[in-house]
């Protein structure tokens, strides 16, 4: 256990953040670092509990007291092989990660029983915070070294797709002397990293840097190959001894109300990846720019793509109240972007239609209040038709599943509907996303493997659009089955969560 008396002598301290005038001039990460010895003093709040709830509110099973008490003691190298060993990009989830963990951390209970009093102020350890320090240090001190494998199986692997799974997966095979290739669309690597998240929540840098020691590791990668259009799985598979699905989930819900089709109305993903590249340093074809500058904005969504919208906005100039609705019964969940915009955030909110000028583009929103049954759905309530004026609007309603086209669609793989556990093949699924909009995921056995021998399936493409923990997760426990497959055992680490989930 870190100090004694920690948690009783220390209150936790807020994580260190830019004014929000000098943020939203640039997009530079808007958390700052703690000292040294203020996240050390962190660490030491850490309790040891005997039952570590922080431990198994983590997806990846981090060893949360172990480094606390580590940090604690100032033995940071150690902190961080307690801390690889059961996480390959600590430095991502130490930024982007919504930390059950600290919900889960017994020092929340300390203070109060009072539901509404626990609320208000949280009083975990700053385990996150704690994560990326670490992290950190290692790479500063030069600790962070490829690790190429003892021996070669002489196995060959295709892993399709860039993302936190996929990475997570790639490095965990390489690691134990299989050949990777990594395929990958898109012209960068790093899935969502690199075209969702936002440069001020997680510099690109920090992918850069994982992806130079996966290349000294050995990994292959190749950019601006689609699978099942520039490479058919039937072509990998005659070079390939086992391939993995990391494809993601980025089958967008479409808005189903009049005036959907204006101009001036966008779905995130048209947005972000745009503002990205744009942070990158591409250069953008200027008509297909979605400019900002002193528009009203309306944000639908109240999840992170909404958020992530909300603080790209904020950086390009919007107009400072900016709308955002969402259409179930819980409030947007407030983030570091919502400080720096006077907000209107509504819940229970329908969009019933959006109205156009005589030159197409979007100049309102109507919307109404619903009350939410449960088992019968929604009902609007009378007298709360409102209107607000927009200029843009921005569709953040969340994903339905894995494109079906390429990969699943060549395979006809069994995939499963969200919530019901029956199976439905690609053909079948394809017909009924023709009159409705099911989430849906790619089926798969305890063993990551797919209705088709030797394609593995992890990441959103296998759980629905998640978080990256949980990719990283499925990515190393994927590379376990695939291990074991091929070789009849494997000596790759299985997280706790993955005997607990069995
Ligand atoms: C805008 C946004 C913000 C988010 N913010 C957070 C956050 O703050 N914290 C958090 O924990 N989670 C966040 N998430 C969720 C998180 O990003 C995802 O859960 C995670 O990236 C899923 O990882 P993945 O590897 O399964 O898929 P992805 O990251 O989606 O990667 C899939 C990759 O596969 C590639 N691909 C697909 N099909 C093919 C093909 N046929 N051939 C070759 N390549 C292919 C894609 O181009 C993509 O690069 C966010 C999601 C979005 C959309
Ligand atoms: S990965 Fe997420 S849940 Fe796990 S310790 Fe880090 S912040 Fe907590």
């Known amino acids: 256990m870190g100090k004694d008396t920690g948690f009783i002598e220390f209150e936790k301290q807020a994580i260190p953040r830019r004014e929000v005038r000098e943020r939203v001039q640039d997009y530079g990460e808007y958390d700052l670092n703690y000292s040294n010895s203020d996240i050390r003093r962190q660490a030491s709040r850490c309790m040891d509990c005997g039952v570590p709830f922080c431990h198994m509110g983590c997806p990846l099973g981090n060893m949360i007291p172990d480094w606390n008490d580590l940090v604690y003691r100032d033995q940071w190298r150690d902190a961080l092989g307690v801390l690889h060993s059961t996480n390959n990009f600590p430095e991502f989830t130490g930024r982007i990660c919504p930390a059950p963990c600290e919900d889960s951390c017994v020092l929340n209970e ?23 320090h670490i992290v950190e240090r290692g790479w500063q001190e030069g600790w962070i070294l490829p690790q190429p494998p003892q021996q070669e199986t002489g196995k060959k692997i295709a892993v ?58 050995g990994v292959e990668f190749k950019t601006g190959i689609e699978i099942g259009k520039d490479l058919k799985i039937s072509d990998l598979r005659k070079t390939f001894d086992a391939l993995l699905l990391a494809i993601g989930a980025q089958h967008t819900r479409k808005l189903e109300a009049d005036g959907h089709d204006l101009k001036g109305v966008h779905y995130a993903m048209d947005y972000l990846p745009q503002r990205n590249r744009e942070v990158a340093g591409d250069v953008l074809n200027e ?23 909300l603080g790209n906005l904020n950086r ?10 969402e259409l179930v019964d819980m409030l947007p969940r407030p983030t570091p972007v919502h400080e720096e ?24 929103l109507n919307g109404v209040k619903v009350q939410w049954e449960k088992g019968k759905g929604m009902k609007p309530l009378e007298n709360t038709r409102f209107s607000v004026d927009a200029d843009l ?13 390429g990969p699943l669609q060549e395979l006809n793989l069994e995939m499963e509907i969200r919530g019901k556990h029956e199976t439905i093949q690609v053909e079948k699924l394809q017909q009924l996303l023709k009159s409705g909009q099911p989430m849906y995921q790619v089926r798969a056995d305890p063993n990551f493997m797919t209705s088709c021998d030797g394609v593995f399936v992890a990441g959103d493409a296998k759980r629905g659009a998640s978080l990256v923990v949980w990719a990283i997760w499925e990515g190393r426990e994927a590379a376990r089955c695939i291990d074991s497959y091929l070789m009849g055992e494997s000596s790759l680490p299985t997280s706790p969560q993955a005997e607990m989930l069995a």
């Open 110 to 132: 300390h203070y109060t029983l009072d539901p509404e009093e626990k609320q208000k102020k949280k009083h975990s350890v700053t385990i996150e915070q704690v994560e990326k």
């Open 160 to 217: 399709i797709g860039s993302g936190p799974a996929g990475l997570a997966a790639a490095q965990q095979l390489r690691r134990v002397g299989h050949q990777v290739t990594v395929f990958e669309k898109d012209d960068r690597l790093g899935g969502l990293l690199i075209y969702g998240i936002p440069d001020f929540k997680l510099d690109k840098i920090h992918v850069q840097r994982r992806i130079d020691q996966m290349t000294q590791e």
């Open 287 to 309: 008509e297909k720019i979605i400019k900002a500058s002193g528009k009203k904005a309306v944000i639908l969504g109240g999840g992170f793509t909404a958020a992530d919208c």
């Open 316 to 325: 390009q100039g919007v107009h400072p109240e900016v709308c955002q609705f």
């Open 341 to 364: 915009a006077k907000m209107d955030s509504r819940a229970n909110i329908l969009t019933e239609s959006l109205s156009g000028s005589t030159t197409g583009f979007v100049k309102s």
């Open 393 to 405: 609007v921005f569709l953040a309603l969340g994903f339905l599943g894995p494109s079906l086209e």
